[in-house]
């Protein structure tokens, strides 16, 4: 169901314009050139460290690759910044990645947050204190868009942290529109006491004989390490062994691997590169024989983290080497201090995950519709939803088939 807050934002007098001078000083910067997002990493760093909700995703040295590498189409990274800041860097308030897309049922193109099949998670840096007035912005650069509808499709985005609360609050202020699409729990690891209690309470009895099994199985082939790339490795060779792993197994078979593509390996090594100098990605192994049999790329952003991509070699089936990689894993994000979750960046019903990987955050879809305009494309689209269901419902010759998921959760 649409869920819509009537009272508009009030519109302030000149005196509280005067008192309040950085209130209405945002501006936003559409860049539209992968080439000059390089002028903005000094400001986009300092927001990295200030953001309400770290996503690493949408960080300098993740982003700005995968926009040269697979940003062929229409996308724009929003910049907001607040003239009134004398600070150059706490200036920059909010970076916005969008691309064009369409919304089944409706002709008219709408702006979404920019994905693609390497990029997990979409929520947006917003600086702390400010994150509604950035939204608000951005809100309001859509409306003047004059070649798209004025609807904003936010998916892969946090349900229940700060994000939620601003785009609540932004919506309230302003008296906008919004309908949650879909929501579902991702899994996610959560810091526990310690890695053994985290087993011990997350892990069935029957789940932890197996695993310790499965190891000394695997270990009586030959010397058996847990290894993790330090900043003084050369992770030249850690890059190069991941993607030998990767496409020696089924992803190589069916073309999906990543160097099965040029461009995607010319990517996927820039990026890891450049992200580990910065402290951002980790590599962890485990090593028998001293030749890798499972290796895990990391993206981190304390106090959260992603589990990017997990290789491992298919000739050792019963020994389960890339779940014992995850129970390694667990070990080492718990030896971390500084962080405290790591988004598995799994489908929801990813079966090894869901059984070693407890706890859940929820992922959320909203389409969202800044002013009165968008307002009558979401309540057509809504319509047309609807419309689409009953239609399903009834067919006649077909059964009863279950409706779309539409989650009734409150903005």
């Known amino acids: ?171 309230d202020e302003n008296g906008w529109t919004a309908t949650s699409r879909d929501t579902y729990g991702r899994a996610v690891l959560a810091r526990c006491q310690d890695s053994e209690t985290y087993q011990q309470e997350k892990l069935s009895r029957h789940q932890r004989h197996e695993l310790r099994r499965q190891r000394r199985r695997l270990a009586e082939l030959g010397p058996l390490e847990a290894r993790v790339c330090h900043p003084d490795d050369n992770v030249e060779t850690w890059i190069e062994d991941f993607l030998a792993l990767e496409a020696a197994g089924w992803k190589g078979r069916d073309g999906t691997a990543i160097s099965s593509n040029p461009a995607d390996r010319e990517w996927f090594t820039r990026s890891m590169r450049a992200g580990f100098a910065a402290g951002r990605v980790g590599f962890l192994g485990l090593f028998l024989n001293n030749r890798p049999v499972a290796l895990k790329c990391n993206f981190l952003c304390p106090p959260g983290s992603y589990a990017f991509k997990i290789a491992f070699d298919e000739s050792y089936p019963k020994f389960s080497p890339g779940v014992l990689l995850e129970i390694d894993n667990i070990d080492w994000f718990h030896a971390q201090a500084d962080l405290e979750w790591m988004d598995s960046c799994a489908a929801r019903d990813h079966s090894m995950i869901n059984r070693i990987w407890a706890d859940r955050r929820q992922i959320e879809r909203l389409l969202i519709a800044p002013g009165y305009r968008g307002h009558a494309y979401l309540a057509a689209w809504n319509a047309l939803q609807t419309a689409k269901n009953a239609w399903h419902h009834w067919k006649p010759g077909k059964g009863k088939t279950e409706s779309i998921q539409r989650s009734t959760t409150s903005v």
Not at 88 to 102: D, F, Y
Request: hydrophobic share 45%; charged share 20%.
């Open 1 to 171: 169901m649409p869920l819509t807050h009537s009272a508009p934002h009030p519109v302030p007098t000149s005196t509280s314009r005067r008192r309040v001078p950085s209130a209405g000083a945002t501006r936003v910067v559409a860049v539209t050139d992968a080439r000059e997002l390089a002028a903005q990493q000094a400001a986009w760093t300092d927001l990295v460290r200030h953001a309400i909700e770290p996503n690493a995703f949408y960080e300098p040295w993740s982003l700005i690759p995968l926009l040269e590498a697979f940003g062929k189409g229409d996308w724009t990274v929003l910049f907001v910044h607040d003239d009134a800041e004398a600070n150059e860097q706490a200036a920059l308030l909010g970076v916005i990645p969008l691309q064009k897309s369409r919304l089944r049922l409706l002709p008219w193109p709408i702006w979404s947050l920019w994905e693609n099949p390497y990029c997990f998670h979409c929520v947006p840096l917003l600086r702390q204190g400010a994150a509604v007035r950035a939204l608000t912005a951005v809100g309001q650069w859509i409306n003047r868009s004059t070649d798209t509808v004025p609807l904003l499709d936010w998916h892969h985005v946090t349900a229940d942290g700060p994000l939620r609360e601003a785009i609540g609050t932004m919506i």
